[in-house]
């Protein structure tokens, strides 16, 4: 075989076998296929396109360039979760605990944030003494004990997805469908366990724009999943705003200890009802999703969603007194208001905007080597369908940037479009794909 051939045969819209894409993976990940051609392939992919059978052989070749976890050890029925990323998305913080309250073993591998999407690791990094690097034995083991465990991923897991994701990152080739969805699923597939429920988010703050594109992702992922013997569901929700109110990392850890208390933001509750409906429902342990969703609302309301997320942080080695006393967590030295010029009605609020104002205070990082600040991000006060006046506060500004205090609300001020008449009312969820 010879990359030349492959490519050309990409570029004029022909479907390549499993063995194709197996040769052309390998060769590249082996470094005898050189970058040029690879990014000469991922374009190719990017405006041709793959068929359903392509996508999923690559996810497969993908797995099989790396190590895959073996939770077979896990006593129970093992689901896990992804989303695709959003502003605010503190959703696994919540539903992973409140899952494995219900009986349903969580082992989440997670990763980190950059540009204006946050990750799981950071945010649980910011309670004081958590660890996230388990070795698989241990993930294990807390699984059995706790329940649940959100652990980083080890380099060693789809090493494929990580040099094709370094090499589509400076070729323009990321926002590919079939590359987006045999990257999240390889790495799915390989961390092992039986069923996958997807949150795949659609809106200003997301990958995917519009719902229309979020559900030929969710087709996607849904199909590999399929193929490769997991039972896989996608959940399509609203990133057209930030989720719930806080955005930034310990900021976020504070909203989800008050959403397994029962006094969290409506939309992220809602969400997480949902998507934790289908993970019960998975696992066998309700029958429908109605079932499902008041079994999760019992573990709510009688303390058994927040005592897991305690004995999750214990055993991650975090101050579990952070579930207590939210002020336990690391806090900006300076919060300031942002505050509104104009009235009328929050009609939009561009979220991939406030991400990238929570990246300027301090919460995100630019490149996968800069600093977080665990304590900096926003705390939107006025969300879409609120009435403002001038002199109301839109936002809390938390940053230990003081110089970067105007910059940042320079851009949650343009964020926001305020203005007569009353927004189209988004639905936290807008379908799901099985
Ligand atoms: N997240 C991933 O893991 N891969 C992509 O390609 C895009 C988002």
Same mark, same amino acid.
């Given at each position: 075989m010879r990359a030349y051939d492959l490519i050309q045969k990409k570029r004029n819209g022909g479907e390549l076998s499993e063995a194709e894409v197996r040769w052309l993976v390998a060769g590249f990940v082996h470094g005898e296929i050189p970058d040029a051609q690879m990014a000469a392939f991922l374009m190719a992919v990017y405006f041709r396109g793959m068929s359903a059978a392509e996508t999923a052989a690559l996810t497969k070749v993908m797995v099989e360039s790396g190590e895959t976890l073996d939770? %077979?050890?896990?006593r129970g029925r093992t689901v896990d979760k992804h989303s695709t990323g959003g502003v605010g998305d503190k959703t696994s913080l919540v539903l992973v605990p409140l899952a494995a309250s219900c009986g349903v073993r969580v082992a989440k591998l997670s990763g980190r944030g950059l540009g204006h999407t946050g990750g799981t690791l950071d945010k649980l990094e910011s309670i004081p003494g958590f660890r996230v690097q388990l070795a698989p034995a241990e993930l294990i083991d807390q699984v059995n004990r706790v329940g649940c465990a959100i652990a980083g991923q080890s *380099? %060693?897991? @789809?090493?494929a997805d990580k040099r094709l994701y370094a090499l589509r990152d400076i070729t323009a080739t990321v926002e590919s469908i079939p590359l987006i969805a045999s990257s999240v699923m390889s790495k799915k597939i390989a961390a092992g366990s039986e069923a996958i429920v997807l949150d795949v988010k659609a809106g200003s703050g997301a990958f995917m724009k519009t719902p229309a594109a979020a559900r030929a992702l969710a087709e996607a992922m849904v199909g590999i999943g399929g193929a490769a013997g997991r039972r896989t569901v996608a959940v399509i929700s609203a990133m057209d705003e930030p989720l719930g109110r806080a955005v930034g990392n310990a900021l976020e850890v504070g909203e989800a200890v008050r959403t397994l208390r029962g006094d969290g933001p409506p939309d992220l509750r809602d969400l997480c009802l949902t998507l934790g409906a289908h993970m019960v429902v998975l696992a066998g342990l309700a029958d429908g999703l109605a079932s499902g969703r008041r079994l999760l609302a019992d573990r709510l309301a009688g303390g058994e969603a927040l005592r897991t997320f305690r004995e999750m942080v214990v055993a991650q080695g975090g101050d579990p007194g952070v579930v207590d006393h939210p002020e336990r967590l690391p806090q900006a030295p300076a919060q300031r208001p942002v505050i509104a010029d104009a009235a009328g009605? @929050?009609?939009?609020?561009d979220a991939e905007a406030i991400g990238g104002a929570a990246m300027v205070l301090g919460?995100? %990082?630019? %490149? *996968?080597e800069d600093q977080i600040d665990p304590g900096a991000g926003l705390v939107i006060e006025r969300k879409i369908g609120d009435v403002v006046r001038p002199g109301d506060a839109l936002a809390a500004i938390h940053t230990?940037?003081?110089?970067?205090v105007e910059e940042g609300r320079r851009r949650v001020r343009a964020a926001y479009t305020i203005g007569p008449g009353a927004p189209p009312r988004a639905p936290v969820v807008y379908e799901v794909v099985a």
């Open positions: 939770l %077979r050890g896990i *380099a %060693r897991l @789809v090493p009605t @929050v009609l939009a609020i919460a995100g %990082r630019e %490149r *996968a230990s940037r003081e110089g970067a």
